[in-house]
């Protein structure tokens, strides 16, 4: 499964269809990595799980069982201050960047209304999760980062949250197909494949082979090609869109997404463990010197 921008808000047009109006109730952190927020929502128990790991970045519901640290981490501290209680509002993302924006709204500990925006990026090694107030200023940052130590950005708190920068162009500006044929042909590149992904927010190589192969074509970059891609592209967003106005509640690419890398933390657990010397071997080898 690669998690690209296209992947996330088929992820986050689901979560619209069950967490909307949710409460959340409690706060983990399982790994220094993952944020897991417990949301009772319309009757139903949901677990929100966002991991930051630069090689297994990802945001969905889970039903896989994590054991939590003794000690809660400063960060998780903070959250539980700040979100239990309160209720999810919007989630939305962006464009096809892959940053999610969790608002909710609740009251605060002199039993004023308050309101708080939960953003999770997912940008491999450069993914943080951050909290804001209303206004946009961090109130903190799971991972701190500042123009000084060589980031992009200051990701500090009482400082402004600034969206990273992006040479890249949302597809959704093409009001039109001629829009989009137009864009794409003074741009130089080898294949369809390359073009696609090194050029639009969000669209993965693996995306657009999975489209080549769908469609039996080949990866040239033609205006046939080219217009193909476009219809079909605004096709899957507008079952994105079908998805998010649902009201019955949808989970499938959640789950999907929950049994993917559950599966490959397992396995990574087992080569983890396999790899290390069993105590007992230690024991018998001491006693054969």
Known sequence: MIFDGICLRKIVAEL????IDGKVNKVFAPTKNEILLSIYSHGTQYALLASIASDNYHLNLTTTSKPNPL???NFCMLLRKHLIGFRITKIKMRGLERIVFIHLAGYNEMNDPSQKILVIELMGKHSNILLLTEKGTIIDSLRHLDIDSGAT?????AHPYEMPE???VDFEQFATEQDFLVYCKPLSAQNLTQLLANHLIGISKNYVETFLETQNRTNEV???NLSAFYQSFRNDLAEIHKTQESTTPIHTWNFACDDFYSQKEEKRTLQ???SKPCPSCFRRFEKSA
């Open 166 to 168: 992006n040479t890249k």
């Open 71 to 73: 000690k809660a981490s």
């Open 153 to 157: 950005r200051d990701l500090l708190p």
């Open 222 to 224: 033609s205006e046939e």
């Open 16 to 19: 619209h269809t069950c967490l």
């Open 272 to 274: 983890h463990i396999s």
